[in-house]
Nanobody
Framework: VQLQASGGGMVQAGGSLRLSCVAS?????????MGWFRQAPGKEREFVAT????????YYGDSVKGRFTISRDNTKNTVYLQMNSLKPEDTAVYYC??????????????????WGQGTQVTVSS
């Protein structure tokens, strides 16, 4: 499975961005749970959001709950991350990931076996 993330950029605090991640290759996209993680310089990779194979279940990290929304369009093999009310502490490289062995959402980074290349999000104060 190849994952291509896009949509990152620079935005002022309080602004919004929408990340996209397109999957190609592998089994049918709707066989996978998908997730978004982020990593800031000098920090460990942090769980952001995850979504089940059909979009029916989602789960968020505490730091983004109420501000970010994960969704997917299985007809387009794409998962999205809508980010609102962005804060400077949201600055990081954002990665999408696929759990090819599971359909349920999971926050555990070790459950994901395919990763995208990352897209930089920078939020200025």
């Amino acid at each position: 499975v190849q994952l291509q993330a896009s949509g990152g950029g620079m935005v002022q605090a309080g602004g919004s961005l929408r990340l996209s991640c397109v999957a190609s290759g592998g089994r049918t996209f709707n066989n996978y749970a998908m997730g978004w993680f982020r990593q800031a310089p000098g920090k460990e990779r942090e769980f952001v959001a995850t979504i089940s194979w059909n979009g029916g279940s989602t789960y968020y990290g505490d730091s983004v709950k109420g501000r970010f929304t994960i969704s997917r369009d299985n007809t387009k093999n794409t998962v999205y991350l809508q980010m609102n009310s962005l804060k400077p502490e949201d600055t990081a490289v954002y990665y999408c990931a696929a759990d090819s062995y599971g359909v349920a959402p999971t926050p555990d980074v070790n459950d994901y076996d395919y990763w995208g290349q990352g897209t930089q999000v920078t939020v200025s104060s």
